[in-house]
């Protein structure tokens, strides 16, 4: 099974996926997964600014795999080409081998070898912080009855991760010269350092929290820019900000206890990007589907891995109401990385889980 996932490994790699640029099209990748996918039934459809997707269905399983096909832009720290598959005794190394094409070849292998049922949804667009083949899917009447989103989870199914909230806030000042008397809120760059102090607190505030092995909430201030130099009062100011929340709590809530901490109200305050956490619901409902998760990951005969920081499109499934597990080979840790690999022993391994699953008419 790993010569034969290898060798599609390969072909995938060769065919550029990079998001951005976001000029992914309906042919290319898309024409070799057909032509290795005989006796499917397929539907192509392109979503546009890159975003395709790719479901590709044999008989009635009840199980859908997903699997994203695009990756982010090689680095200049490539030791080779990125297109350019290399293989040693122990790691496969090509740009998306680790995230996630690595999983995408087990696929194809796995079904050329099993005349079992089985479904997998290709897409392309979730580098882009731009989710439409997802949401897309998710809008449509299915009759599956669970998800297995594959990401790097070192072969382990991943019942829980945070979710995601990007933010910008802007903040306005009184432009004038800064030997004179001032008031904190005159510069727009103090009001911003001021927030960014108390939003520290806020975060801290919640470390007691708990979900499925997660504590605690992860936030982060990545930008801060403004003003004109040092002897003038900054008049504005921009922040970026960002918080991961545990599947328990409510981003609508914590972001308007962010909102509250700018003293003056910040001019501006918009949410830039949400990404649902997983499983979804409130504590209850999220406890209930993680459980129902376990029961399922059980069934299939997979080790049950740790929940993750990391955010994956399982979330959109949850949301969607599919019992939703990240299922997947390689470690996150050689994602987006240069000269990124997946072990051959997780191709392996997760090409023989693929195997029993859909051999077995588990799928």
């Not at 802007?170 to 005159?186: I, N, P």
Request: charged share 20%.
């Amino acid at each position: 099974m790993l010569k034969a996932t290898l060798t599609h490994l390969k072909a995938l790699v060769s065919h550029d996926t990079r998001n951005p640029p976001r000029q992914i099209g309906t042919g290319g990748i898309f024409d070799y997964l057909k032509s290795q996918l005989p006796g499917f039934a397929f539907t192509l459809t392109d979503h546009g600014a890159g975003a395709v997707s790719l479901l590709a269905v044999r008989g009635k399983p009840r199980l859908l795999f997903n699997v994203h096909l695009d990756t982010v832009p090689d680095s200049p720290h490539w030791s080779a080409s990125p297109f350019e598959l290399r293989v040693d005794e122990e790691k496969a190394v090509g740009l998306g081998a680790c995230d996630i094409k690595g999983a995408a070849a087990a696929m194809l292998a796995v079904a050329n070898v099993s005349d079992g049922d089985c479904a997998f949804l290709f897409s392309t667009d979730e580098e882009a912080n731009d989710a439409r083949c997802v949401p897309a899917f998710v809008r449509g009447e299915h009759a599956f009855e669970a998800v297995i989103v594959s990401e790097p989870t070192q072969v382990e199914a991943v019942l829980a991760h945070r979710g995601i909230n990007s933010v910008r806030m802007r903040f306005t000042g009184r432009a004038g010269h800064a030997s004179g008397k001032q008031s904190l809120s005159d510069s727009a760059l103090h009001q911003a350092v001021r927030w960014g102090d108390k939003a520290l607190d806020l975060v801290e505030s919640q470390a007691h929290q708990r979900f499925g092995g997660l504590t605690g909430l992860r936030f982060n201030i990545g930008r801060i820019e403004g003003g004109i130099k040092a002897n003038v009062i900054a008049p504005e100011a921009e922040l970026k900000f960002g918080f991961r929340p545990l599947p328990s709590m409510d981003p609508d809530a914590l972001l308007a206890d962010f909102a509250a901490l700018a003293e003056p109200a910040a001019a501006e305050f918009e949410e830039t990007f949400r990404g649902p956490s997983c499983p979804a619901g409130d504590t209850a409902e999220a406890e209930n589907r993680r459980l129902a998760t376990r029961d399922l990951a059980d069934e299939l005969g997979l080790a049950i891995g740790n929940a993750v920081d990391f955010w994956t499109e399982a979330a959109l499934f949850s949301a969607g109401g599919f019992t939703t597990m990240v299922f997947g080979p390689g470690d996150i840790a050689q994602a987006h990385t240069a000269d990124e690999w997946v072990a051959l022993d997780q191709l392996s391994a997760y090409a023989d889980h693929l195997h029993h699953i859909i051999d077995h008419g588990l799928a």
